[in-house]
């Protein structure tokens, strides 16, 4: 999302991984500024959920469980919460 708000730009980036559609794709935005104008570059880039799983886990991120419930449903990453909690 982007607009205006009192001359100022206002651009909403969202979540970068954790996206509420249905993409899987990790989403950012380039802000590129020259002296005439500024544009804003979105990108998208395919990422490995269950690599993310894993280092979470490795790392004993404090706050893994409610990322990776968070995280884009896949069936390999649900057979690893499935595994962690029996």
Known sequence: MQRTVNGRHIANLGAVSLSRTSDRHAHYVLLHVTAAKHQLIRRSVAY???NVVEILEQ???PRRRFIIKHLPSTKENSLRIEARQK
């Open 48 to 50: 490995e959920i269950g």
């Open 59 to 61: 790392r004993a991120h």
